[in-house]
């Protein structure tokens, strides 16, 4: 969630996201608490009242920390979400916002066994240059991961990683998707207007087409 090519890191639009829910639970009368995932998952108290917004804000409003320790290894959102199975009380609503970076098959079946007694949203967190490469010269590409740096060079290299990256785009949504939970995609750069609009525009369904007896393949994913 550190990384952003243009207005916002993701991280800083994460804070934007949870504040626009915080706001309507406030306006609704409806307690609300959050949780911020860093070095390990901190959660904040109940807050009711007409300060239930700012206090929210206050309590996720913290600043990255450094990426120069190699020991720190971030917390599996999949543990997070088994962490919140005990503790979440049925009929409470759960807003998870996030770019979804380490899902897999086994979030599905943690988000799939929450829903039976809590009601989830997904708030989807990307910035644009994750769905298509800026067209500059000299294009370098850093992973957060191993600190290794790609060259885009060429055509071919760009195509190459569109490919990778319409594939990864797809698999987080069928991750979600197959968990029945309601998606939306927001845009790091997206204004606050334009951060309302798309939280209330939920993802379209991507698509499995049949394409033989045994086997099916993933059409490409329609994006929100």
């Given amino acids: 969630m550190r990384f952003g090519t243009r207005t916002h890191l993701k991280a800083t639009q994460a804070v934007r996201v949870a504040g626009f829910y915080a706001w309507l639970a406030q306006q609704a009368g409806l307690p609300v608490s959050t949780g911020r995932l860093a070095e390990s998952f901190i959660s904040s108290p109940i807050y009711e009242g007409n300060q239930s917004y700012a206090q929210v804000m206050q309590a996720i409003s913290k600043p990255c920390p450094p990426l120069a320790n190699d020991s720190h290894v971030e917390p599996h959102l999949n543990d997070v979400l088994l ?6 009380q ?5 807003i998870v916002i996030s770019d979804f970076h380490d899902v897999d098959k086994r979030t599905t079946e943690i988000l799939t066994a929450l829903q039976d007694k809590i009601k989830i949203k997904a708030v989807w967190v990307k910035d644009m240059s994750e769905t298509q490469l800026p067209d500059i010269e000299g294009l370098q ?5 191993n600190n290794r740096v790609y060259e885009i060079a060429n ?3 760009r195509e190459r990683y569109q490919a990778w990256s319409d594939q990864y785009q797809f698999q ?3 991750v979600l998707q197959h968990a029945n939970v309601t998606l939306y995609s927001v845009f790091a750069h997206e204004s606050l207007l334009q951060l309302s609009e798309s939280l209330n525009s939920p993802n379209q369904a991507i698509d499995i087409v049949q394409t033989d007896a045994n086997k099916t393949a993933p059409k490409r994913a329609q994006y929100a």
């Fill in 172 to 174: 987080i949504q069928s």
């Fill in 155 to 157: 055509a071919s290299q």
């Fill in 90 to 94: 049925p009929g409470t609503r759960l």
């Fill in 141 to 145: 590409l850093q992973s957060m991961v």
């Fill in 83 to 88: 962490s919140l199975t005990a503790r979440l």
